[in-house]
């Protein structure tokens, strides 16, 4: 009996993997330099808004979604840019404290007096509705200009990386990983090791930096 020669049906889509040509893993954390870059880029195009927001998650180490639904009244009393602010999680429902340094109350300051505003309102209003906050995805989609424009891959980055760069300068710093969890809000203290990973270049300097 002669075979049928069977074709694929017409219909049917070949199967692709939701991360093909796709980069995975933990973004990378941001260099000194690179912040600093970052801030003399959004300076010199009078990026108001977007330094505030840039030094501000710096500073609190907060995720995507605590970051953009900050109200002023969480980080302005009496009229001033607090020194620590208390926010709650929305993840893990638990309250995590962060210091706002003088450089990133600066930068607070300055776009707080430019928006305008009561206690109740958002930090970063959505532009389609002031009863609305910044979406993460538009966070996401500044960040990758912010890295793009100081000859960075965006794909390498991510609002991960800034909530990762000034703990993992931290840990580099001082070891101390409890700290690192105390200010991440991590309940579990693997967690924080695994959210640290160092990448290649930092194993490499570091054993570069040991001579036995």
């Keep these: 009996m002669e075979k049928k020669t069977r074709f694929p049906s017409p219909t049917l889509k070949a199967f692709v993997p939701w991360n093909a040509g796709k980069m995975v893993g933990a973004k990378r954390a941001l260099k000194e330099k690179h912040v600093w870059a970052i801030r003399f880029w959004l300076g010199r195009e009078q990026r108001v808004r977007d330094r505030a927001l840039f030094d501000l998650a710096l500073d ?3 995720r995507g979604c605590d970051l953009v639904s900050l109200r ?5 009393t009496s009229g001033q840019v607090r020194h620590r602010a208390t926010v709650v999680q929305q993840k893990t429902r638990r309250p995590v404290q962060f210091e706002i340094t003088e450089t990133a109350r600066e930068s607070v300051r300055a776009w707080l007096e430019h928006r305008g505003g009561g206690l109740t309102e958002y930090v ?7 009863k609305a906050y910044l979406s ?6 500044l960040l990758d200009q912010w890295v793009q424009a100081v000859g960075l891959i965006p794909d390498e980055y991510g609002t991960h990386s800034l909530r990762r760069t000034k703990v993992a300068m931290i840990y580099k710093r001082t070891g101390n990983i409890r700290a690192v969890q105390i200010l991440l809000g991590h309940s579990k203290l693997d967690s924080t090791v695994r959210y640290l990973g160092a990448d290649v270049e930092d194993a490499l300097a570091l054993s570069e930096a040991t001579d036995l």
Excluded at 124 to 130: I, M, T, Y
Excluded at 136 to 141: F, G, I, L, V
């Design 124 to 130: 970063f209003p959505s532009r389609l509705s002031a």
């Design 60 to 62: 609190s180490k907060l």
């Design 72 to 76: 002023i009244g969480d980080i302005v």
């Design 136 to 141: 993460t995805r538009q966070y996401a989609r």
